[in-house]
């Protein structure tokens, strides 16, 4: 459920999307009755959950589902082999931040064009699924991050969840002591770390198309702020997500930013009395920006209008109000059509701070578009360069600029 770093498929290579849709008919016809997914769901228990909603959506129309399951980071370029091959599955489930770089060749299907129900989605996972104002993805659920805390470190500290920067830095410093930080997060230089930067730098005013305009800069600080103070290690610029996961859990951390994807491994471990609050913000009032994230279900142009037209109905099925919620609550990530994320809220209470993350979350792509792979890469570097000494905020700001310009 967390983003992936992903290798960016040059944009000769993607060009086989659509010079070879077209000659689907020089392969091997597909079984009329089976239709075809390309996914990353390699895990048992997603693989046998995504199959239990295909059938649910497949029956009724009298067809069959197949899924292909790759490693998520090999989802892309599976894609390329099987355009390559005019065997191209009738939906592809493409990471968000990856859409971009495929609608951009023009080898996917618009989904209001092939019939895809998209009304009363969040605008978070609208602009996901979008590329230049057309919408080519649709989600069925997203996550996001939020801050999750040890409750009964913080009782006996006296301590509030903070809601924000100066309150974080407070508690903080309150809830260091022994082993035990105040608070964790990721600063990998990856898209794990990025991913857990975005929510202060967008919460600051920070823009990714404009990386040196200085408005980013004091989520730089506050970051260096907390590693220098010793409210947070300096190791988190080694610590993926799942690190500072396993950092709360052993009680090394007394809070942490992280996303729902941790909910079952923090289930089993009864010992631990973790809650969830929204992400600390500068500014009191103000909501924080994070992240959205998941995967996204496309029609790839496979020239055939009619297999295209089936599957999208069994899109629009996955993506009815009560399958959104069934599919959330299994993998625990928030519906994305506002009437099923509200339902999803009062359902599942202790996850209410994710569903409230997502209604204010944006994409990661939504101002760079195919860009953002290198503009992700220029982020990496400056939080990277800040953390370790080698550069002020502003100083790092700046050549993260100079960098993804480069990188164009």
Same mark, same amino acid.
């Given at each position: 459920m967390h983003p992936i770093r992903r290798l960016r498929p040059p944009a000769v290579v993607l060009t086989a999307l659509v010079a070879l849709a077209p000659l689907a008919g020089c392969a091997r016809l597909p079984d009329p009755g089976t239709f075809t997914v390309l996914n990353s769901a390699t895990d048992t228990h997603e693989h046998d959950a995504q199959q239990e909603f295909f059938d649910r959506c497949a029956e009724p129309l009298g067809v069959k589902v197949r899924q292909t399951s790759v490693p998520a980071p090999q989802v892309a370029?599976?894609?390329?082999?099987?355009?390559?091959?005019?065997?191209?599955?009738?939906?592809?489930?493409?990471?968000? /931040?990856?859409?971009?770089?495929?609608?951009?060749? =023009? =080898?996917?299907? +618009?989904?209001?064009?092939? &019939?895809?129900?998209?009304?009363g989605m969040s605008p978070g996972a609208v602009s996901m699924g979008s590329f230049q104002g057309e919408q080519y993805g649709i989600a069925r659920s997203v996550n996001s991050l939020a801050l999750i805390y040890n409750v009964d470190l913080l009782r006996k500290a006296g301590v509030e969840p903070p809601t924000t920067w100066d309150e974080l830095k407070v508690a903080a410093k309150k809830l260091t002591q022994g082993r035990t930080f #105040?608070?964790?997060? /990721?600063?990998? !230089?990856?898209?794990? #770390?990025?991913?857990?930067?975005? +929510?202060?730098?967008? /919460?600051? &005013?920070?823009?990714?198309?404009?990386?040196?305009?200085?408005?980013?800069?004091?989520?730089?600080?506050?970051? $260096?702020?907390?590693?220098?103070?010793?409210?947070?290690? /300096?190791?988190?610029?080694?610590?993926?997500?799942?690190?500072?996961?396993?950092?709360?859990?052993? =009680?090394?951390?007394?809070?942490?930013?992280? #996303?729902?994807?941790?909910?079952?491994?923090?289930?089993?471990? $009864?010992?631990?009395?973790?809650?969830?609050?929204?992400?600390?913000? !500068?500014?009191? &009032?103000? +909501?924080?920006?994070?992240p959205i994230g998941g995967t996204v279900m496309t029609l790839p142009r496979t020239g055939d209008t009619a297999r295209q037209r089936t599957a999208a109905k069994i899109l629009n099925c996955l993506n009815e109000q009560r399958n959104q919620i069934d599919w959330g609550e299994s993998v625990y990530n928030v519906p994305t059509r506002t009437a099923a994320a509200a339902a999803y809220k009062e359902q599942n209470p202790k996850l209410a701070a994710f569903a409230d993350e997502v209604a204010t979350a944006r994409s990661r792509t939504d101002r760079v578009g195919a860009r953002w792979p290198v503009v992700s890469d220029a982020l990496a570097g400056a939080f990277q360069s800040v953390l370790t000494g080698r550069a002020t905020p502003e100083a790092a700001l700046k050549q993260a600029q100079a960098r993804a310009t480069a990188g164009e």
């Amino acid at each position: 459920m967390h983003p992936i770093r992903r290798l960016r498929p040059p944009a000769v290579v993607l060009t086989a999307l659509v010079a070879l849709a077209p000659l689907a008919g020089c392969a091997r016809l597909p079984d009329p009755g089976t239709f075809t997914v390309l996914n990353s769901a390699t895990d048992t228990h997603e693989h046998d959950a995504q199959q239990e909603f295909f059938d649910r959506c497949a029956e009724p129309l009298g067809v069959k589902v197949r899924q292909t399951s790759v490693p998520a980071p090999q989802v892309a370029a599976k894609a390329l082999r099987m355009a390559s091959s005019h065997s191209l599955t009738d939906i592809l489930e493409l990471d968000g /931040s990856e859409l971009p770089q495929f609608a951009d060749t =023009g =080898g996917l299907v +618009p989904l209001k064009e092939a &019939g895809v129900d998209v009304a009363g989605m969040s605008p978070g996972a609208v602009s996901m699924g979008s590329f230049q104002g057309e919408q080519y993805g649709i989600a069925r659920s997203v996550n996001s991050l939020a801050l999750i805390y040890n409750v009964d470190l913080l009782r006996k500290a006296g301590v509030e969840p903070p809601t924000t920067w100066d309150e974080l830095k407070v508690a903080a410093k309150k809830l260091t002591q022994g082993r035990t930080f #105040g608070m964790a997060f /990721s600063a990998t !230089p990856d898209a794990d #770390g990025v991913y857990q930067f975005l +929510p202060f730098f967008w /919460s600051a &005013g920070g823009d990714e198309a404009h990386l040196d305009d200085g408005k980013g800069a004091p989520a730089l600080r506050l970051w $260096k702020e907390l590693i220098d103070d010793r409210s947070a290690s /300096s190791a988190v610029v080694t610590w993926n997500q799942q690190d500072v996961n396993d950092q709360f859990i052993a =009680g090394h951390a007394a809070m942490m930013v992280n #996303g729902p994807w941790q909910v079952p491994v923090l289930s089993e471990h $009864k010992d631990v009395n973790w809650a969830v609050a929204t992400i600390p913000v !500068p500014v009191a &009032g103000r +909501p924080p920006v994070p992240p959205i994230g998941g995967t996204v279900m496309t029609l790839p142009r496979t020239g055939d209008t009619a297999r295209q037209r089936t599957a999208a109905k069994i899109l629009n099925c996955l993506n009815e109000q009560r399958n959104q919620i069934d599919w959330g609550e299994s993998v625990y990530n928030v519906p994305t059509r506002t009437a099923a994320a509200a339902a999803y809220k009062e359902q599942n209470p202790k996850l209410a701070a994710f569903a409230d993350e997502v209604a204010t979350a944006r994409s990661r792509t939504d101002r760079v578009g195919a860009r953002w792979p290198v503009v992700s890469d220029a982020l990496a570097g400056a939080f990277q360069s800040v953390l370790t000494g080698r550069a002020t905020p502003e100083a790092a700001l700046k050549q993260a600029q100079a960098r993804a310009t480069a990188g164009e």
